[in-house]
């Protein structure tokens, strides 16, 4: 089925924010979908690149970017038919998503002047991205569907997640919170990895393009500390990808505490927004202060709200925040972010 045949141009503000917000996801598309091609059953890789299609066809809809939405959409339906076993990553799948992939980063870089008109010549490649992907997934033409397994249907494990709410309903500031929230468990457990191979340029990277990502989310809901501190660890991690300093154990425990800073901003609710950020607002130069230190070669700074006297055994104890106690390394994997705020 064909979309619009043509779409009104967003105005340069809100076309900027829409490249801001995709612009990571984007770049995970373009750089993690031939990881897969090379491991196709790699659950780890389909599952972050459905959930940046999620991202990208959210930023679409609020900003009312059709097109990106279009295309999110149907990259996320091949996705997770690979990712739920419906299909394989077949040749011509694997060639509409690279397709579709390839008209998001047009899309991504697209200028105000030469909207118009790149939608207007790009219909067609997306009318053929979304038809032919369609046709993939629907089967070949004429198969009979696949047989009901008899019996009584299968209960639902109790300890199954319950479905995220449907992108199409949230409002920004829900979307921030998703953003927020996930880059936020990404940098925790990046972190804290991040002490056993401080040099790591993966785990770097991936920092780093969280931080970015927060940042950018942070702006479109024009929450200034979060931009503020976001900005700040953002250049702590790039400058810790070119060398010039090394994240020591002190550093890690200030970026955590401006990790636990950002994902209380991701608990904002809308009733009490203004009062929260109002408060939040008086912890952002300590925590940003601590990060210009880290930069200066300073990499004793301490964390805001960490304690002195933190032993150096094994299984220290660990520090306190007004957010609740830093896991230490053995519990990264249940790390649950506090409910208490500033």
């Known amino acids: 089925m064909s979309g619009s045949p043509h779409q009104s141009r967003p105005e340069a503000a809100m076309l900027e924010l829409f490249h801001m917000e995709i612009e990571n996801h984007c770049a995970l598309l373009e750089t993690q979908f031939p990881r897969l091609e090379a491991s196709p059953q790699d659950v780890d890789i389909l599952k972050d690149l459905v959930q940046a299609t999620a991202a990208i066809k959210g930023a679409s809809r609020i900003i009312d970017i059709e097109c990106g939405a279009e295309l999110a959409q ?3 339906d091949g996705l997770a038919a690979i990712l739920e076993g419906r299909c394989s990553l077949a040749g011509e799948l694997a060639a509409q998503i690279r397709s579709g992939i390839k008209l998001l980063i047009e899309l991504s870089t697209l200028t105000v002047e030469d909207w118009v008109s790149w939608h207007e010549s790009k219909r067609p490649e997306i009318d053929a ?8 997934l629907a089967g070949p033409a004429g198969a009979d569907p696949p047989p009901e397994v008899a019996g009584p249907q299968a209960a639902p494990s109790p300890s199954a997640e319950p479905a995220p ?3 199409d ?5 829900d979307l921030f919170r998703i953003e927020a929230e996930s880059h936020c ?5 990046k972190l804290l990895a991040l002490e056993e191979s401080p040099a790591d340029a993966s785990i770097l990277e991936e920092l780093m393009r969280a931080a970015h990502s927060v940042k950018g989310a942070a702006r479109i809901v024009n929450i200034d500390p979060g931009v503020r501190v976001a900005h700040a660890m953002e250049d702590v991690f790039v400058a810790a990808q070119k060398g010039t300093l090394l994240l020591g154990r002190q550093a890690i425990d200030a970026l955590l505490a401006g990790v636990d800073f950002l994902a209380g901003l991701a608990k904002l609710q809308d009733e009490e927004a203004a009062a929260q950020l109002a408060e939040a607002a008086g912890q952002v130069d300590p925590l940003v202060k601590n990060f210009m230190k880290i930069l200066s070669g300073d990499s004793g700074a301490p964390a805001p709200s960490a304690t002195e006297n933190r032993p150096p055994a094994a299984t220290p104890t660990p520090p306190i925040s007004c957010w609740g106690p830093r896991p230490t390394p053995t519990t990264r994997a249940t790390r649950r972010w506090p409910t208490s705020r500033w």
């Open 165 to 167: 709410p449907a992108i």
């Open 74 to 76: 149907g990259l996320r």
């Open 129 to 136: 991205f979304k038809n032919g992907l369609e046709g993939i």
């Open 185 to 189: 468990t990404t940098m925790s457990e």
């Open 169 to 173: 309903d949230l409002s920004m500031l």
